[in-house]
């Protein structure tokens, strides 16, 4: 079967940094999306990894280990506008991406 | 400018009554794809299409019909809806072999 996990919420303090972790179990495996949602807005894309390690893109990094079926994307200098949910996207092959419930982070001042 | 175009945003019908949402891309990517979101339960795959007329079942595809006659469009039909089909749906496009969807902003259907 296919499983993703992260977690609910998470809040955390403008400025800070702030992981979040996401495992997944899957049939197939390709590579690991991270996207960013706002509330009642289309999700967006920020990262994929495909190889094992961290990629870093800015304010933000994404770490996968595909041996540990484990991915982590890091947010640092945390703003306001970071409040938002970020989705764990496994792609399972055949361009098949399943996604997590998604993990809604709380910025506060 | 480079997008995903879904219509309507918002919609609110009676159980039975057929319905399409449009979907149209203009970045003339092969894949296509509706999902829809409910709380909790995260984005789930509909159906889905790597290219014109070539179209497949993603997770949750009962209830649901779609079409590819032309690469830009992939309507969503509710032949006959019910409030369980009552979400967010969301439509999105990439190009094949890359990553990254392209996401539509959303159509909140609401189905009494």
């Known amino acids: 079967g296919q499983n993703i996990d992260q977690p609910t919420e998470m809040t955390a303090t403008e400025g800070a940094i702030v992981q979040i972790n996401c495992t997944y179990q899957?049939?197939?495996?390709?590579?690991l999306f991270w996207y960013q949602q706002h509330a009642g807005e289309a999700p967006t894309f920020l990262s994929y990894?495909?190889?094992?390690g961290l990629e870093e893109k800015g304010r933000f990094s994404s770490f996968l280990s595909r041996s540990k079926g484990y991915s982590y994307l890091l947010l640092k200098e945390l703003q306001m506008k970071d409040s938002a949910s970020y989705l764990c996207?496994?792609?399972?092959?055949?361009?098949?991406?399943?996604f997590g419930a998604g993990t809604r982070l709380f910025v506060k001042a | 400018e480079a997008q995903v175009t879904q219509n309507p945003r918002y919609l609110i019908t009676v159980t039975g009554k057929k319905l399409t949402v449009t979907c149209s891309q203009n970045?003339?990517?092969?894949?296509m794809s509706w999902y829809r979101q409910d709380p909790g339960l995260g984005l789930r795959q509909i159906y889905y299409?790597?290219?014109?007329?070539?179209?497949d079942k993603g997770d949750v595809p009962e209830g649901y019909k779609v079409s590819r006659k032309e690469k830009r469009n992939f309507p969503l039909i509710l032949e006959s809806p019910s409030p369980n089909q009552t979400s967010l749906y969301f439509c999105?496009?990439?190009?094949?072999?890359?990553?990254?969807?392209?996401f539509g902003s959303g159509t909140r259907l609401t189905v009494v």
């Open positions: 996207a496994p792609n399972t092959g055949g361009f098949k991406t399943i």
């Open positions: 899957t049939s197939g495996f390709n590579g």
């Open positions: 999105a496009s990439s190009l094949l072999g890359e990553g990254g969807y392209t």
């Open positions: 299409s790597m290219n014109v007329e070539v179209t």
């Open positions: 970045m003339n990517h092969e894949y």
């Open positions: 990894n495909v190889l094992d």
